[in-house]
T-cell receptor, first 111, second 114 residues
Framework: GNSVTQMEGPVTLSEEAFLTINCTYTATGYPSLFWYVQYPGEGLQLLLKATKADDKGSNKGFEATYRKETTSFHLEKGSVQVSDSAVYFCALIQGAQKLVFGQGTRLTINP | KAGVTQTPRYLIKTRGQQVTLSCSPISGHRSVSWYQQTPGQGLQFLFEYFSETQRNKGNFPGRFSGRQFSNSRSEMNVSTLELGDSALYLC?????????????FGDGTRLSIL
């Protein structure tokens, strides 16, 4: 079945550092890919999405490119802020309305 | 535009009881999905409703059920509660539900079983 694997957390960085959170997926065909972010005490917020190969999703300085050849959708940001501290989830959806999530990566940014 | 609204935010029950959680989707959204989030299992899909019909179902026992009303509001019911049902239950809505349509989440209902 479909699955998503994220890099193990937690990840701790200093403000203005470069961020990469790795995400790879297993699926037949061409799923749509998403990054969601969860702040403490809140639900998930859609951060960005890509629906076909080579698409680049971007939002709030975050980017991720749908790489079919490596089945990856890594999240990157050039300069992180303290306010980016949260848990990040990579997810896919294919056909049926059923998001399949990775295990989540907790990110802490220190000032 | 109001987001997805889940009520109540917090709930405490005891084993053997039953509980009903409510979700009001974004206006105009007709697909509503439910997820369970726990530290051990992460985020798992429960079911999805569209036009008052359950369209997809995850791998949860029959104690977990749901329904959707004509105004697209949805309820989830869990009967004979067990300690392991303690979790954050998240509801998400989308327009009609398609692979290219993002799901918008509510803040969840945190259910604690004593």
């Amino acid at each position: 079945g479909n699955s998503v694997t994220q890099m193990e957390g937690p990840v701790t960085l200093s403000e203005e550092a470069f961020l990469t959170i790795n995400c790879t997926y297993t699926a037949t065909g061409y799923p749509s890919l998403f990054w969601y972010v969860q702040y403490p005490g809140e639900g998930l917020q859609l951060l960005l999405k890509a629906t076909k190969a080579d698409d680049k999703g971007s939002n709030k300085g975050f980017e991720a490119t749908y790489r079919k050849e490596t089945t990856s959708f890594h999240l990157e940001k050039g300069s992180v802020q303290v306010s980016d501290s949260a848990v990040y989830f990579c997810a896919l959806i294919q056909g049926a309305q059923k998001l399949v999530f990775g295990q989540g990566t907790r990110l802490t940014i220190n000032p | 535009k109001a987001g997805v609204t889940q009520t109540p935010r917090y709930l405490i029950k005891t084993r053997g009881q039953q509980v009903t959680l409510s979700c009001s989707p974004i206006s105009g959204h007709r697909s509503v999905s439910w997820y369970q989030q726990t530290p051990g299992q992460g985020l798992q899909f429960l079911f999805e409703y569209f036009s008052e019909t359950q369209r997809n179902k995850g791998n949860f026992p029959g104690r977990f059920s749901g329904r959707q009303f004509s105004n697209s509001r949805s309820e989830m019911n869990v009967s004979t509660l067990e300690l392991g049902d303690s979790a954050l239950y998240l509801c998400a809505s989308s327009l009609v539900g398609g692979a290219d349509q993002p799901q918008h989440f509510g803040d969840g209902t945190r259910l604690s079983i004593l």
